[in-house]
T-cell receptor, first 106, second 114 residues
Framework: AQRVTQPEKLLSVFKGAPVELKCNYS??????LFWYVQYSRQRLQLLLR??SRESIKGFTADLNKGETSFHLKKPFAQEEDSAMYYC????????FGPGTRLSVLP | KAGVTQTPRYLIKTRGQQVTLSCSPI?????VSWYQQTPGQGLQFLFE???????NKGNFPGRFSGRQFSNSRSEMNVSTLELGDSALYLC?????????????FGPGTRLTVL
């Protein structure tokens, strides 16, 4: 079975503080992991994917196969980072986590 | 390029009725996926179509069906609507099927079942 969990429904941080959005997954094979973001009144969009090993808008995510985690991190949060973040896994098809709402306070 | 479009944007139906939702992918994209989003269950995969063939199906009852046309436009149909079918239905398109290509999401169709 494929499953993605995001333990925090809401995460509030102050501008300039580090942020980490947690994601854990379960999948018997070797999955591909993604982070999607939805800003207010905008469409769901891809933020970054594990296979690209990229940093987008200052965000990075490291796949830890031992801990089956794919946490999203940014060293200095900005107010424009406030959004809904979804971790997703592709095994046989896309499975999304429940999402974490990030609120960056001024 | 125009983005993914979905019609209608809002729909109100009553229990027992059926509904058809439409999705037009980005020009050149041949893969279309459908998702159901509810506050309780989150974003759940319904099905994926590529070149008019259903490539993958999520864990939904047979009341949920879909198809893709030769121009890559896709429709999904829900028959015998239930209250629990009230949700935001999202469509996403990509160049080809699978995870290698980025999915681009539409704005969704908000279905309310009374």
């Amino acid at each position: 079975a494929q499953r993605v969990t995001q333990p925090e429904k809401l995460l509030s941080v102050f501008k300039g503080a580090p942020v980490e959005l947690k994601c854990n997954y379960s999948y018997s094979g070797s999955p591909e992991l993604f982070w999607y973001v939805q800003y207010s009144r905008q469409r769901l969009q891809l933020l970054l994917r594990h296979i690209s090993r990229e940093s987008i808008k200052g965000f990075t995510a490291d796949l830890n196969k031992g801990e089956t985690s794919f946490h999203l991190k940014k060293p200095f949060a900005q107010e424009e980072d406030s959004a809904m973040y979804y971790c997703a896994l592709y095994g046989q098809n896309f499975v999304f986590g429940p999402g974490t709402r990030l609120s960056v306070l001024p | 390029k125009a983005g993914v479009t979905q019609t209608p944007r809002y729909l109100i139906k009553t229990r027992g009725q059926q509904v058809t939702l439409s999705c037009s992918p980005i020009s050149g994209h041949r893969s279309v996926s459908w998702y159901q989003q509810t506050p309780g269950q989150g974003l759940q995969f319904l099905f994926e179509y590529f070149s008019e063939t259903q490539r993958n199906k999520g864990n939904f009852p047979g009341r949920f069906s879909g198809r893709q046309f030769s121009n890559s436009r896709s429709e999904m149909n829900v028959s015998t609507l239930e209250l629990g079918d009230s949700a935001l239905y999202l469509c996403a398109s990509s160049l080809v099927a699978g995870y290698h290509n980025e999915q681009f999401f539409g704005p969704g169709t908000r279905l309310t079942v009374l």
